[in-house]
């Protein structure tokens, strides 16, 4: 089984860019769509809302492409973090959703996004 991919910024965090330039070269960190935002109005438990401002916290990259399944995840840590019973079949989600959303180091190095070009600044192609 090969050796999962090191993120960036863990790279860049302890000099393996600075060895190996050429395997982290073409390697793009994810830039988003906007922030992820405050929690939705359906999520009524202090709870959930709390679990969705962890998930904030603890997945910096998260934007609005994640709202749906942040939500669902924070339905289900909520109840964890209020102490409810959560069933095996509902722990398998937020597993499956947290593999989703990139909550591994090497789910997250998978991400990568193409460049982003302002097509109207006429110096950036120059720069």
């Not at 922030?35 to 109005?41: F, N, R, S, T």
Request: no cysteine; glycine share 6%.
């Amino acid at each position: 089984m090969p050796r999962p991919r090191v993120p960036l910024i863990k790279a860049e965090t302890t000099g393996r860019t600075l060895r190996n330039p050429s395997r982290f070269k073409d390697r793009k960190e994810w830039t988003g769509l906007g922030p992820l935002g405050a929690p939705p109005k359906f999520l009524k438990t202090q709870s959930q809302k709390e679990a969705w401002n962890t998930f904030s916290e603890e997945l910096p990259w998260l934007n609005k492409s994640h709202r749906a399944l942040v939500s669902i995840a924070s339905d289900i840590r909520g109840r964890q973090m209020a102490g409810d019973e959560v069933g095996v079949k509902a722990l398998n989600l937020l597993r499956m959703i947290l593999n989703s959303m990139g909550a591994t180091p090497a789910d997250a190095s998978k991400v990568r996004m193409p460049d982003e070009t302002n097509e109207d600044d006429a110096a950036a192609k120059y720069f």
